[in-house]
């Protein structure tokens, strides 16, 4: 089983869409928790870090569940420009600050 | 702010063949780190160094892989031989404990250069 896991896509959405991206982590020591953005061709560039208490950034919401050991992001109002690859990662501070990436979920917003 | 240089951006070469990639990180960043993309999956890291010493190569192949860097800045990251399924995009990342970008402070955000895409014939 990998150690973080993300919905299989593509997703494919018309323009205005709610879009929610889902992950999980099997690893109970991951301590901070990210979701990087990937567009085509290029690097990976940081998006958002998720918090406990849920964090929001414009039309973007991030849940974290330790419990559960799941993370999400909800997309709201979907642009065209938020097509990319979106990255769930999990990092272990007690090995050095160690990312370790799912395999990542492809957003595809329409006209 | 300049960001993570890497060179080259492309290379092409066949099997059995060496290649080595060089990557500058962000002024003042001690950590660095070298993660290898497969098309479809997540960068993998392969390793980390915290100036010139190396903190996690767990994951690094060290019968054709090899990395060093020498002066706690610059770093080269080299295959001798390479196989085909080497092929994948090798990004280079940098940060620092508490770094700076666009002038909001992110604790131990990693910084991704443009990336090699390496292609084995």
């Known amino acids: 089983r990998k150690e973080v896991e993300q919905d299989p896509g593509p997703f494919n959405v018309p323009e205005g869409a709610t879009v929610a991206f889902n992950c999980t982590y099997s690893n109970s020591a991951s301590q901070s928790f990210f979701w990087y953005r990937q567009d085509c061709r290029k690097e990976p560039k940081l998006l958002m870090s998720?918090?406990?208490s849920g964090n929001e950034d414009g039309r973007f919401t991030a849940q974290l569940n330790r419990a559960s050991q799941y993370i999400s992001l909800l997309i709201r109002d979907s642009k065209l420009s938020d097509s990319a690859t979106y990255l769930c990662?999990?990092?272990?501070?007690?090995?050095?600050?160690?990312?370790?990436f799912g395999q990542g979920t492809e957003l595809s917003v329409k006209p | 702010e300049a960001g993570v240089a890497q060179s080259p951006r492309y290379k092409i070469i066949e099997k059995r063949q060496s290649v080595a990639f060089w990557c500058n990180p962000i002024s003042g960043h001690a950590t660095l780190y070298w993660y290898q993309q497969i098309l479809g999956q997540g960068p993998k890291l392969l390793i980390q160094?915290?100036?010139?010493?190396?903190?996690?190569d767990s994951q690094l192949p060290k019968d054709r892989f090899s990395a060093e860097r020498l002066k706690g800045v610059d770093s080269t990251l080299k295959i001798q031989p390479a196989k085909l399924e080497d092929s994948a995009v090798y990004l280079c990342?940098?940060?620092?404990?508490?770094?700076?970008?666009?002038?909001?402070?992110?604790?131990?955000?990693?910084?991704f250069g443009p990336g090699t895409r390496l292609t084995v014939l």
């Open positions: 990342a940098s940060s620092s404990p508490l770094a700076l970008a666009g002038g909001v402070a992110r604790r131990d955000e990693q910084f």
């Open positions: 998720v918090y406990s």
């Open positions: 160094f915290q100036n010139n010493g190396v903190v996690d």
């Open positions: 990662v999990v990092n272990r501070r007690n090995q050095g600050g160690k990312l370790i």
